[in-house]
């Protein structure tokens, strides 16, 4: 992952709803949500997550598919993995580490 990447995807994240948008899709996994199953899940008016998809599309952490008359988001998941394992690439620097990564982490 590239670091302009890793900027993207953190900076869609550092909004309270946008963050509160992909741990929802993330829970749902594969199958996705709608708009409106998020709206009422997350109390977030349509109009404002209209725009914090639309962020996290941007970034890349969420992906849209049109089925039908829906709109389907679900959390990109190797996206979401590439941004842990950038984090996470040089965790103490191979030794053993105080955060409970293996030490090849």
């Keep these: 992952m590239k670091e302009n990447d890793v900027v ?3 900076a869609a994240l ?3 709803v946008r963050l509160r948008v992909f741990r929802a899709l ?3 996994g594969p199958a996705g949500l ?3 199953a998020l709206t009422e899940a997350l109390e ?5 997550l209209s725009f914090h998809l639309k962020e ?11 089925q039908g008359r829906n709109l389907i ?3 990109a998941f190797e996206q979401m ?5 950038y984090l996470t690439e040089n965790c103490c620097e191979g030794e053993t580490c105080a955060v409970g990564c293996p030490p090849t982490c």
């Design 34 to 36: 709608t708009p409106g």
């Design 56 to 66: 996290l599309v941007h970034s890349g952490l969420v992906s849209q598919e049109r």
């Design 14 to 16: 550092a909004q309270p």
């Design 8 to 10: 993207r995807s953190l």
């Design 81 to 85: 993995n590439g941004l842990l394992a």
């Design 26 to 28: 993330v829970v749902a």
């Design 44 to 48: 977030v008016p349509a109009t404002g």
């Design 73 to 75: 988001y679900r959390a």
